[in-house]
């Protein structure tokens, strides 16, 4: 008879864990990563500082991002630290979840589809992490550049045409950066100067959408897969503008707004 062996977390590692047993010394927590195995988070590694209540800070059920401090894979034991996750660990590992939690769907949405064994998605699963990082990476790459992007992946026709089919109805994730220009120009043909240094932006690019909100002010905003690629866009742009308008004597100001990110399906 074979003992299957479980597999433990690594110290240093971030970790997605469910809250399972509130006490006054502190928590204990199954592990949503790996089969659910039991880890402790005592009241020290909890919040900084002297704490009286521990369901003030952790309660059952919920779902918490942690640091493994120590593993002891003789005994099983896993102790957990809440206070050393810093803020930006514990978003990246909830955008980490996000991702697996889409991938998983996706593959499933291929299986219904395409009528596929499990064996079959398993398979498709392992050609795709040999690739991507994730799954939900995959789809998207295949939704923006199609299923020519993963071609060394030798996929079956069937499974390709239908992953295809899926990727053609996802919603692109994008970001937006936008601002308030004053422009101003005293001149007499002031108004058509300043048209048509806008008029020669936009058409330059479409993804700069410029709307007018009342003299002085137009909002000038951009849409692109990131933020970088957005600023880089952004900069040039701005620069051209202002460089027409006070070529002709006019006044150019810019102000950010708040920049947002769209919905991703």
Not at 11 to 34: C, F, N, R, S, W
Not at 43 to 61: C, L, T
Request: hydrophobic share 35%; proline share 3%.
């Amino acid at each position: 008879m074979s003992t299957e062996i479980q597999e433990m977390p690594e110290q240093g590692e971030i970790v997605l864990a469910t809250i399972t047993k509130v006490m006054d010394h502190g928590a204990y927590v199954t592990l949503d990563e790996y089969n659910d195995i039991q880890g402790f988070l005592h009241i020290s590694e909890i919040a900084p500082g002297w704490i009286r209540s521990v369901s003030k800070f952790v309660k059952d059920g919920e779902k918490k991002v942690l640091l493994v401090k120590k593993v002891n894979s003789d005994r099983g034991d896993i102790d957990l630290s809440l206070k050393q996750v810093s803020k930006d660990q514990k978003k990246q590992k909830l955008k980490e979840v996000k991702k697996f939690e889409k991938g998983k769907t996706l593959l499933q949405n291929v299986k219904e589809k395409g009528n596929l064994s499990d064996e079959d998605i398993e398979k498709l699963e392992d050609m795709i992490y040999s690739k991507f990082d994730s799954v939900y990476d995959a789809f998207i790459e295949i939704a923006r550049n199609g299923i020519e992007s993963i071609k060394e992946l030798k996929l079956p026709k069937k499974t390709a045409t239908v992953i295809e089919e899926i990727c053609s109805k996802i919603k692109l994730p994008s970001v937006e950066i936008r601002g308030i220009m004053e422009i101003t120009n005293n001149k007499s043909d002031g108004v058509e100067i300043i048209k048509k240094a806008l008029l020669d932006a936009t058409k330059k690019d479409p993804t700069i959408d410029i709307t007018y909100l009342g003299a002085p002010k137009y909002r000038l905003s951009i849409t692109a897969e990131d933020f970088k690629s957005a600023e880089k866009t952004l900069k040039p742009i701005l620069v051209e503008i202002q460089d027409s308008i006070e070529k002709k004597k006019g006044s150019f100001k810019f102000t950010r707004e708040e920049s947002k990110k769209t919905r991703e399906n």
